[in-house]
């Protein structure tokens, strides 16, 4: 009855670490370039009463044996990044990533985090940024004489002046691509970072030869977390902890009726 008490346990860990996931999908259900998470789950070690395959005679072989398990544990949250819905926004700067790929941001450190957000706004000195003023790598600087601004689905950004009829080339958005993009670390600000799970990151114009999405000018990538999806894991996960709940409180009771054995 021991191992009853701390099997259910776990599994009341487990379930509340589910919900706490299943909170911050329905907190970022309107963040644009949200992946979700999904909680997954391993069983703990098992305590072996009886090996199965052991001799149980001369010419016999015990068929399944006799093994207790002690408990599940939150194993991780994959990211899953299957794309999610386009809002159309008609801000020029504002893009959408149709297929793989991840915008490349220089970070006030140095280094390079990247993205599925392509909310970009410009500073003060033209430069495409973040809504935290993060610029985009490669770099794109945009005049402030620039009338209209046109990206293409390669990601070539180009510009036109009032006088001008022709548009004029500024640079090209690059996008990268994972072998391992669930391995990717979360940082927030709509961020992530390298690891060795997710291995190097392969650089490249959107539509070429490397598998990057095209690029799409006026739209924005919505959240894929599907708030009724959620809403059903969020009962699963209430009726799994009341479930292991109450396998505490009946392995309680019996413990009372053992307790009550010599009164």
Not at 75 to 88: H, L, M, P, R, Y
Request: net charge negative; aromatic share 6%; hydrophobic share 35%.
């Amino acid at each position: 009855m021991i191992r009853a008490l701390y099997s259910a346990a776990s599994g009341m860990n487990a379930q509340q670490m589910n919900v706490d996931n299943i909170a911050n999908n329905l907190a970022n259900a309107n963040t644009t370039g949200y992946k979700m998470r999904r909680a997954q789950f391993q069983d703990l070690i098992y305590q072996t009463v009886v090996q199965p395959g052991s001799a149980s005679g001369q010419q016999t072989l015990v068929p399944t044996g006799l093994q207790v398990g002690l408990g599940t544990r939150s194993s991780s949250n994959e990211i899953v990044f299957t794309q999610g819905a386009f809002s159309q926004t008609d801000n020029p700067l504002d893009l959408v990533i149709q297929g793989k790929g991840f915008f490349q941001i220089r970070r006030p450190s140095g280094d390079l985090a990247y993205t599925r957000s392509g909310a970009f706004q410009m500073d003060k000195d033209g430069n495409i940024v973040t809504q935290d003023g993060n610029p985009l790598e490669p770099q794109i600087t945009i005049p402030s004489t620039a009338q209209q601004i046109s990206i293409a689905q390669d990601g070539t950004v180009s510009y036109t002046l009032n006088s001008q009829t022709a548009a004029q080339q500024v640079g090209q958005i690059q996008l990268a691509t994972f072998v391992n993009p669930a391995g990717l670390n979360s940082i927030g600000g709509n961020l992530y970072t390298v690891t060795d799970a997710s291995g190097d990151a392969t650089i490249g114009a959107p539509g070429g030869p490397e598998g990057n999405g095209t690029v799409l000018q006026g739209y924005t990538e919505q959240s894929n977390v599907s708030v009724v999806e959620e809403f059903i894991n969020l009962i699963v996960a209430q009726r799994g902890y009341e479930a292991n709940s109450k396998v505490v409180k009946a392995a309680d009771e019996m413990y009372q009726q053992v307790n009550q054995i010599t009164q």
